[in-house]
């Protein structure tokens, strides 16, 4: 991970800081934070491996799709069989290499991929408008329920969506596609009123 005096966010060149707005509301409310921490983890299910992973991280991973583990200082979502992310808005997570010693015994891999993603936020009571705009996937309310983690596509990027709860979005996808997204949910917002927050 690159000393944090020389990170930079994927949207810093965008000053989108300078653009945010706090008295709008905005039909649709557009996010982005400036790093996430993201420890993908593969490894066999067991009940052991899931609960010396909920002592080393503080969350149990879940068994299946779209679910996801909810902890203090992380989310654990599902991502495919025996493969597990762990995400947190700052350096709360063990170091992989403390992961991998303890996880020897299951033969876990562990590795840091958070500085390969962005996260964007997509909040409103038109956010999952935005979202019929360029994905597939069923948004409705009754369908993706709070706590639940879903693969697409958004506009042609490969994204993950977590729903954490009411009308909030957190949008995961690959460090080179994010001005492209950023700039379509953007365009796809304008209509509904889009507010620029940052976090």
Known sequence: MPNASQRQGPLDHLGLADRATTDAEGGARLGARSFTSIIEIRAEWSDAFAGDVERLIGVKPPQTSPNVGVGDKCTAFWMGPNRWWFVSGDDKLPSVH????????????????????????????????????????????????????????????????????????????????TEYLWTWLEDASLEFGVRIETT
């Open 98 to 177: 403390e992961l991998r010693q303890h996880l020897a015994a299951f033969g876990a891999a562990a590795t840091e991929i958070g500085e390969s993603f962005a996260a964007l936020t997509l909040s409103g009571y038109h956010a999952r408008d935005v979202f019929a705009k360029g994905c597939t996937i069923d948004m409705h309310p009754s369908v993706f329920q709070p706590a639940c983690v879903v693969q697409t596509n958004l506009a042609k990027a490969q994204v993950a969506i977590f729903h954490p709860s009411g009308n909030e979005f957190e949008i995961y996808v690959r460090r080179s596609f």
